[in-house]
Nanobody, 121 residues
Framework: QVRLVESGGGSVQAGGSLRLSCAAS?????MAWFRQAPGKEREGIAG????????YVAGSVKGRFAISRDKDKNTVYLEMNSLKPDDTDMYYC?????????????????WGQGTQVTVSS
């Protein structure tokens, strides 16, 4: 089991930026960021695969969010720019030991505890 620890959430005004971090304790092949508002389904935001330089970002945040990793630190980041009040959510990172659909939360068994992002207008 891979332990995931998120950090970097907080409160910011619209137009601001935040960088979320997800530190992993072991091997993963697929890692992704999701967000979830109360009463809503978890939404895939961005994904990345081990051994691939290609990254994936949901259309709803394309051009504003980016996913990246630091292999030495075994940490994946979600860079969020031009934040909007609609981006207010709990953000989670998730990992899988094999190749899965990064945008499908049901494909992931390992989850972090979540970090809250609040964007005020």
């Amino acid at each position: 089991q891979v332990r995931l620890v998120e950090s970097g959430g907080g409160s910011v005004q619209a137009g601001g930026s935040l960088r979320l971090s997800c530190a992993a304790s072991g091997y993963w092949y697929t890692m992704a960021w999701f967000r979830q508002a109360p009463g809503k389904e978890r939404e895939g935001i961005a994904g990345i695969y081990e051994g691939s330089v290609t990254t994936y970002v949901a259309g709803s945040v394309k051009g504003r969010f980016a996913i990246s990793r630091d292999k030495d630190k075994n940490t994946v980041y979600l860079e969020m720019n031009s934040l909007k009040p609609d981006d207010t959510d709990m953000y989670y990172c998730a990992a899988a030991r094999n190749l899965v659909d990064w945008s499908n939360p049901r494909q992931f068994a390992m989850w972090g505890q979540g970090t809250q992002v609040t964007v005020s207008s």
